[in-house]
């Protein structure tokens, strides 16, 4: 069974720094796209940042310049590191990925339960 587990969210003052990570366990063939999600209250869930097994980058609008997403692929881990927080990046954030369980199975999505950030002013 595989499984997501985020962690590094916290408390932090605007224009300070966090740093997420998620690790994925469990059966795993393979893992394709990684990403970033969060969820405001009252708001819908939105991209932040997504990385495919390639390299290739994409970051929302509101969090370019601030953000990084990268990968560890030996380690099955995935990273955000925010900076310049804003107390309008406050969100639970959830890992995402596309993962191919067994050599034979096919690639399903996969989600973390959530890490909550929160940025005071």
């Known amino acids: 069974q595989v499984q997501l587990v985020e962690s590094g969210g916290g408390l932090v003052q605007a224009g300070g720094s966090l740093r997420l990570a998620c690790a994925a366990s469990?059966?795993?063939?393979?893992?394709?796209?990684m990403g970033w999600y969060r969820q405001a209250p009252g708001k819908q869930r939105e991209l932040v940042a997504r990385?495919?097994?390639?390299?290739?980058?994409n970051y929302a609008d509101s969090v370019k310049g601030r953000f990084t997403i990268s990968r560890d692929n030996a380690k099955n881990t995935l990273y955000l590191q925010m900076n310049s927080l804003k107390p309008e990046d406050t969100a639970v954030y959830y890992c995402n990925a596309d993962i191919r369980p067994r050599y034979d199975s096919i690639y399903g999505v996969y989600w973390g339960r959530g890490t909550q950030v929160t940025v005071s002013s």
């Open positions: 469990g059966t795993i063939f393979s893992i394709n796209a």
């Open positions: 990385v495919t097994t390639g390299g290739n980058l």
